[in-house]
């Protein structure tokens, strides 16, 4: 159920006010999910049809020509990177109750375009740099979830107290500078 919720979430992000799911497709939520329209035709073998999935608009740091189903898919890893659902970055509209993607008022979504195109310049300028042989190509780049891992706010990192390393036995002491 949760994946379905999660699923209907990030459709509903790409997309502002087009319904998109049949209502057999659309998980039993309250607020601005809940209403995905009519059920779809059926097929002739008897599943549902999605609606064609709209144009995205108000794109800025996205490519503008980017496919309404990549989309969703770049939407679903920020979400995932920082453990928010939609509504984290999209504002509802007050007059019809559902998430209006377009929209600029929240503030986290102007923060979103900032931090999207600082993994873009990391990874372009400084990442492309760095040819390590023993890295795994999961391992030259960054993402979101470099930082968040699954946090809205990146954890503050608190490295361990230093330790003071003893010799082991055997070996000379180490003097101290006088």
Known sequence: MQSRLFFAGILALA???Q?????SATPQ???PLQDAGPAAPESQNGAHQRRPLTKPVNLKVLPKDIAP?????????YAGALGVECNFCHAVN???HKLDFPSDAKDDKGIARIMIAMTRTINDQYMAQV???DAMPADTHVTCGTCHRGHSMPEHFTPAPEQHHRPQAGAAPQQQPQ
């Open 69 to 77: 189903e990549d989309l969703i898919t770049v939407m679903r890893r």
């Open 131 to 133: 040819h390590d042989p």
């Open 29 to 31: 939520t309250t607020g």
């Open 94 to 96: 007050p007059q019809t």
């Open 19 to 23: 319904p998109l799911l049949s209502q």
């Open 15 to 17: 997309f502002a006010s």
